[in-house]
């Protein structure tokens, strides 16, 4: 700027704009270019670095895909794959986090994947028929089960107490 002005020449600032090789706050570029020839007095305009261009990505936990999908897009990111995980507490189709975590900077275009949840992780019921009840109704209950054993029947194969049909 003060070589500008000793050379006869106004300066003006121009639209500031990103760098990925050029510090923010130095001359990124001129106008006239660097080496043209410029009248006394003449006008030369300088663009000044705004540095790296990223943006953070968005906290999209506690959304649904399409909603993180917009957040994404909001912040010039980019969608990439979907990574499905059983989650016990957020309902199917909700996403759990990203990766990149949240908060970290990224380029224009970058690509984020989302965790999503499968919802609860399913429970293997095994098979009590002609089993002792009395376990049957631990292990299920230990397994987070609501057991009914309220219907008792007879049953000239299967001995009292033991499961009849589940």
Not at 141 to 160: C, I, K, N, Y
Request: charged share 25%; hydrophobic share 35%; proline share 6%.
């Amino acid at each position: 700027d003060d070589q500008l002005d000793r050379a006869g020449l106004d300066v003006k600032l121009g639209k500031p704009a990103f760098s990925e090789d050029v510090a923010k706050g130095h001359v990124l570029g001129t106008d006239p270019a660097a080496g043209s020839r410029v009248l006394d007095h003449g006008t030369v305009t300088l663009t000044i670095s705004l540095g790296k261009e990223r943006y953070a990505v968005p906290k999209v936990a506690r959304m649904t895909v399409d909603q993180a999908q917009d957040a994404l897009l909001e912040r010039h990111l980019t969608y990439g794959r979907s990574f499905l995980r059983y989650d016990d507490s957020a309902p199917k189709g909700m996403v759990l986090g990203s990766n990149p975590a949240a908060g970290r900077r990224e380029p224009p275009g970058f690509q984020v994947d989302l965790v999503v949840s499968r919802g609860p992780r399913p429970i293997n019921v095994r098979d009590w028929t002609g089993k002792n009840a009395d376990r049957a109704v631990r292990v299920m209950r230990a397994q987070g089960l609501q057991v009914d054993t309220s219907r008792r029947q007879f049953s000239d194969s299967v001995p009292e107490g033991h499961v009849i049909a589940q």
